[in-house]
């Protein structure tokens, strides 16, 4: 069955280009973005697994963890990350999970048979500090996808958690949000929104981000 927002995320020990890895341990109290791609020494991955390197620091400072997937194994994944470092001007940072026999791939629903019956899919998930799943994302084999976008989610998630705010259409980092429609109480409001708030409609109120 798929994964769906607000399931817990499966938990596993699967070895990895890093050793072992027990996942909810290994997560402890960050967040985690876990991706699959097809295979290593493939085109398209090398450049997400480069880009997501350099990425470190951005990760770090919303405290995620990013690990990623493919079923082939640890030896390949040796290999395959000196490639990357190479021609990606990086060095990779993050564990890459060796799933040659498929585990994680079946606990996270990552092989779809009409697309491919060996290979698993460009998934990604967000998951939360109490590991629940907040993102699932899936991308067609031959389209990369954005990191920059999983930046600007986990930040409009990270907001909600922390001020109670959504974050609009196309939202960038410093711009107005929206204040989630359950609070309706007057002090409670200017308690939380101390910049003040601008309501449009009723139900669509505008407040300057909380953490800007
Ligand atoms: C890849 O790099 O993973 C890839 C590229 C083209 C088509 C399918 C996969």
Redesign the pocket.
């Known amino acids: 069955m798929s994964i769906q927002l607000g399931d817990t995320a499966p938990d596993f020990k699967q070895d990895s280009s890093e050793g072992l890895i027990s996942f909810h341990e290994w997560l402890g109290d960050s967040w985690g973005v876990l991706f699959s791609?097809?295979?290593d020494f493939?085109?398209?991955?090398?450049?997400?697994l480069g880009f997501t390197a350099k990425l470190k620091d951005e990760f770090a400072a919303r405290n995620v963890k990013a690990i990623a997937l493919s079923v082939d194994p640890v030896d390949s994944h040796h290999e395959w990350i000196k490639d990357i470092n190479e021609t990606q001007n990086t060095i990779v940072n993050f564990p890459i999970l060796a799933d040659d026999d498929r585990k994680v791939s079946k606990l996270y629903d990552l092989i779809h048979p009409n697309a491919s019956n060996t290979l698993t899919v460009?998934s990604l998930f967000i998951i939360d500090p109490n590991k629940k799943v907040r993102l699932t994302i899936t991308y067609?084999?031959?389209t990369?996808r954005n990191f920059h976008e999983i930046l600007r989610v986990i930040d409009s998630l990270q907001l909600t958690d922390n001020y109670k705010v959504a974050t609009p259409a196309n939202w960038q980092d410093g711009e107005e949000v929206v204040i989630v429609p359950s609070i309706q109480d007057k002090a409670e409001l200017e308690e939380r929104f101390p910049k003040g708030y601008r309501a449009v409609k009723p139900y669509l109120r505008l407040t300057p981000q909380p953490n800007r």
């Open positions: 791609h097809p295979a493939t085109p398209v991955c090398t450049t997400e460009r067609p084999a031959s990369g």
